[in-house]
């Protein structure tokens, strides 16, 4: 079992960026598949960015190709989602999550349902 806490997130000015980790523990995070999620006030939360374990496969949403980039580093065992060029629309709470795919490496998730653990999420605000 693994316990994620996201931190980085906070109130930026459009345009601006954020560095968004997610510290993991129990386990390392170079055992799972990981994702980044997000949720606005009243709708489903979805997948802006994820990367394979063997991180050689990423996946960004269409909304956020060019100003998202995800990163892990195992040896501090933690995830990052760099955030540039941030717009309003990007205000929300952004949860990272990890799937455990024995002997998939290359695996991404793209689905909520598919990640089994959850960190708590980070409030990121951007103003116009």
């Known amino acids: 079992q693994v316990q994620l806490v996201e931190a980085g997130g906070g109130w930026v000015q459009a345009g601006g960026s954020l560095r968004l980790s997610c510290a993991a523990s129990?386990?390392?995070?170079?055992?799972?598949?990981v994702g980044w999620f997000r949720q606005a006030t009243g709708k489903e939360r979805d997948v802006v960015a994820a990367?394979?374990?063997?991180?050689?496969?990423?996946y960004y949403a269409d909304s956020v190709k060019g100003r998202f980039t995800i990163s892990r580093d195992t040896a501090k065992n933690a995830v990052y989602l760099q955030i540039n060029s941030l717009k309003p629309e990007d205000t929300t709470v952004y949860y990272c999550?990890?799937?455990?795919?024995?002997?998939?490496?290359?695996?991404?998730?793209?689905?909520?349902?598919?990640?089994?653990?959850w960190g708590q999420g980070t409030q990121v605000t951007v103003s116009s």
């Open positions: 999550a990890v799937v455990y795919r024995p002997g998939s490496y290359s695996y991404i998730g793209t689905a909520n349902e598919e990640y089994d653990y």
């Open positions: 129990g386990r390392n995070v170079s055992s799972y598949a």
């Open positions: 990367i394979s374990r063997s991180c050689d496969s990423t």
